[in-house]
């Protein structure tokens, strides 16, 4: 087993099946060395996690954990494209999107639950460059979303 499998194994977690896209794009596209991972969303086994508002109907806990599952989401995506987990060098960038109201400015806490995940999976090749932004909704009412630039080798 992979080192990198290894370590989600010892988090507790298993690398999943790619989420199926929700309208007309592919999960993931690989230019040169790079793979783009479309937007990943908090599912497992077919389905959404949670819905609501981040500081409303989802604590700022709850979404810090849902983002870790979307992040999850996306290394399945990147490591499908890039014919395996351990092909990916390194995370480049990381954008995550907080559904959440206009006084809510905790967005940097929750998407942190996905630069934790790049980092204990990828050791210092998973430190990124990294975007948390607050928008009004979702697809599919989800409170967090989180897309990926992974380098390959």
Not at 96 to 101: L, N, P, Q, R, T
Not at 117 to 141: E, K, N
């Amino acid at each position: 087993m992979s080192a990198r499998l290894e370590k989600l194994r010892e988090l507790g977690l298993a690398l999943p099946e790619v989420a199926k896209p929700l309208a007309a794009y592919v999960p993931a596209v690989r230019t040169g060395n790079l793979v783009y991972v479309s937007g990943q969303l908090p599912i497992a086994d077919g389905k959404l996690l949670m819905t609501g508002k981040v500081g409303a109907e989802v604590s700022v806990e709850q979404a810090h954990g849902l983002a870790q599952r979307a992040a999850l989401n996306a290394i399945a995506a990147a490591a499908a494209e890039a014919d395996g987990i351990d092909r990916i060098t390194r995370i480049v960038k990381v954008t995550g999107f907080v559904a959440c109201g206009p006084e809510f400015s905790a967005h940097p806490q929750v998407v942190n639950g996905a630069s934790e995940l790049f980092g204990q999976v990828f050791g210092d090749a998973g430190a990124h460059a990294r975007a948390a932004v607050g928008v009004p909704s979702l697809p599919l009412d989800a409170p967090v979303e989180i897309e990926i630039v992974a380098e390959v080798g």
